[in-house]
């Protein structure tokens, strides 16, 4: 199954315990795929290292360099119309369609009102979780 992370959800993942470092966890063992733009690769690296600033002892470079490795890195164009009311968020859409994922997974109560844009479902990490991955 390939899904779409929101920053937000890479973030938790890698800084924090619970249902986003649970996805994180499926993804490195190859339960799930792992879909995304050069723009969202983009905003991971740059917040990513910005909070490893903050958070000195995690090594983000480990997780940038397995997103560069593993990740299917695909080019997602731009959505015909924007969808979000940020449209900073469409590029999550946008990528999820190009690369045929089943869902954006995601903790942003914006992206999370749109729900369902085509065949793409937005879901929050916990539902992911509970419904995919039996926790």
Not at 56 to 82: F, Y
Request: some cysteine.
């Amino acid at each position: 199954m390939k899904i779409v992370l929101d920053t937000n959800v890479l973030v938790s993942g890698i800084f924090f315990a619970g249902p986003p470092y649970e996805i994180l966890k499926a993804w490195r063992d190859g339960k799930i795929n792992l879909v995304i733009s050069t723009a969202i690769l983009e905003e991971y690296q740059r917040v990513v290292e910005k909070l490893a600033q903050e958070f000195r002892g995690v090594d983000v470079t480990r997780i940038l360099n397995l997103l560069t490795v593993s990740a299917e890195i695909i080019h997602a164009p731009p959505l015909p119309e924007p969808v979000c009311s940020d449209l900073e968020d469409d590029k999550f859409l946008a990528c999820a369609i190009a690369g045929s994922a089943a869902y954006v997974i995601s903790g942003d109560k914006q992206l999370l009102k749109v729900s369902r844009h085509g065949n793409v479902k937005v879901v929050n990490p916990r539902w992911f979780v509970e419904a995919h991955l039996g926790s």
